[in-house]
């Protein structure tokens, strides 16, 4: 009985890990991004992880910043955000859809950055500390 177990795993693993690795290499053919993106999107942490934390988000008036903030106001509901960009009405609007989402008004701050203005860098750094006392993620 033990030997007739044996030889039906070393048939199963011999015919399903190829096909395993086939659709991997597909996948990372047709990814957009790296294998280290694709083995966290599978493998990784969920988003929700970041609950608690106080997490900066540069750029976040439009496009990957801005959606990276709606995301986080949906799924972490304990989550502190701030917001930097240059434009403070872009960043008015953005902070007002994550309050929209469910976060408190007193979560979510903004601090108008320029990262092209690097004299003014260790100010800001100051302020976004300022903000929560500390910053977990940049």
């Known amino acids: 009985m033990m030997w007739l177990v044996c030889m039906l795993f070393d048939v199963t693993v011999s015919y399903i890990l190829p096909v395993v690795l086939f659709v991997q290499f597909v996948r990372f053919c047709l990814a957009d991004g790296d294998l280290t993106l694709l083995y966290k999107e599978s493998y990784g ?6 609950n608690g934390k106080v997490v900066w988000i540069t750029g976040a008036s439009s496009g990957i910043g801005e959606y990276f903030a709606y995301d986080l106001a949906r799924n ?3 989550i502190r955000l701030i917001l930097s960009a240059r434009r403070q009405n872009e960043l008015q609007r953005v902070k007002q859809v994550c309050v929209d989402y469910g976060l408190p008004e007193s979560s979510v701050k903004i601090v108008i950055l320029d990262l092209a203005d690097i004299q003014k860098h260790d100010d800001i750094v100051a ?10 993620i940049v």
């Open 45 to 50: 942490q969920p988003i929700s992880s970041l």
């Open 76 to 78: 972490c509901k304990n």
């Open 127 to 136: 302020e976004a500390v300022q903000c929560f006392g500390v910053v977990s």
